[in-house]
């Protein structure tokens, strides 16, 4: 089940870095002329910080890299949300190395801007270096198994009165009582008469 959710999650990175990467990308790449006019510049060569469309497209890919990381780290989430989009950009582009033409056609929406901004990034080489980091955890062995339960890994939970034990057996906490008055024995050579 928890594969299954994978496959979801791996839909839901692909489109966010189909859309929200390739739009965000295509908006903040802006390559200058040889003559330096202020036009080509991002933000008109002003202030980058009071510019709503860079301000936006920077949001866009901080959103679509926060979540390719969380699905990167997070140990509980199937290896497949990451690493099947991970094997798709690192397809195109290695299809790319030896049909320019051919995975390039292949980009939908191309005269749009996400499609645009996704042919940039696969030209640029980004989409091919995402792609090596998304497919890490394809290759982690310990991520392909469930998590297990702290009762199934030998943790037991102590009853109430009793002391708790790792799982070497040792106790964590002794039984810190003080002694009552039967468990102590009088001093020897002193008798019980305390008017003496």
């Known amino acids: 089940m928890r594969h299954l959710y994978g496959i979801g999650l791996a839909c839901v990175l692909s489109l966010a870095v189909f859309f929200a990467g390739g739009w965000g990308y295509l908006r903040l790449l802006r390559i200058p002329v040889i003559n ?12 980058l910080l009071h510019d709503r469309t860079v301000l936006w497209a920077f949001t866009a890919l901080a959103a679509t ?3 390719a990381g969380i699905l ?8 497949l949300a990451p690493g099947l989009p991970g094997l798709g950009l690192i397809g195109w582009t290695v299809g790319y190395g030896f049909s320019v033409r051919q995975a390039v056609r292949y980009v939908p929406l ?22 090596l980091a998304l497919a890490v955890p394809l290759f982690i062995p310990s991520r392909w198994r469930a998590p297990r339960p702290a009762w ?3 943790a ?3 009853a109430h009165g009793q002391a708790e034990e790792s799982s070497a057996g040792v106790s964590l906490f002794a039984d810190r009582r003080l002694p009552d008055e039967a468990d102590t024995a009088p001093y020897p050579g002193v008798s019980g008469d305390p008017s003496r």
């Open 36 to 47: 330096g006019a202020v036009s080509t510049l991002p933000a008109g060569g002003g202030e």
């Open 65 to 67: 890299a926060l979540l």
């Open 72 to 79: 990167v780290a997070v140990r509980q989430v199937s290896p």
């Open 110 to 131: 191309r005269h749009e801007a996400f499609g645009a901004g996704f042919e940039a990034m696969l030209m640029n080489g980004v989409l091919g270096a995402a792609g």
């Open 152 to 154: 199934a890994r030998g």
């Open 156 to 158: 037991v939970p102590a």
